[in-house]
């Protein structure tokens, strides 16, 4: 059983920025594939980013945040990361993490675990 565990949200103005992380307990963190999801209200879970443990390039990003947001790990400390810069009005949403056991990215239908969310806010 894997417990996450999101912090980091908050409210900012546009064009700020935040780094969510995603506390992993259990052992094996290193083996699972990792991503982080976003729900806003009234709207689908959808995907943002995600990252692997194995593969040149490991991470695969949403099309609407590449080039503001990136996702890194943290083995040592089975932490998960998001910096989020630029950030937008549409932005705002609940962030959830996802474990996946093996190297896929998580998916929607395709995910171990869930973390229970942090609220991100971007308001002026």
């Known amino acids: 059983q894997v417990q996450l565990i999101e912090s980091g949200g908050g409210s900012v103005q546009p064009g700020g920025s935040l780094r969510l992380s995603c506390a992993a307990s259990?052992?094996?963190?290193?083996?699972?594939?990792m991503g982080w999801f976003r729900q806003a209200p009234g709207k689908e879970r959808e995907f943002v980013a995600g990252?692997?443990?194995?593969?040149?390039?490991?991470?695969k990003y949403a099309d609407s945040v590449k080039g503001r947001f990136t996702i890194s790990r943290d083995n040592a400390k089975n932490t998960l990361y998001l910096q989020m810069n630029s950030l937008k009005p549409e932005d705002t949403a609940a962030y959830y993490c996802?474990?996946?056991?093996?190297?896929?990215?998580?998916?929607?239908?395709?995910?171990?675990?869930w973390g229970q969310g942090t609220q991100v806010t971007i308001t002026s």
């Open positions: 259990g052992r094996d963190f290193s083996s699972y594939a």
């Open positions: 990252i692997s443990w194995i593969g040149s390039d490991p991470t």
């Open positions: 996802a474990a996946r056991v093996g190297w896929d990215f998580p998916t929607l239908d395709r995910t171990d675990y």
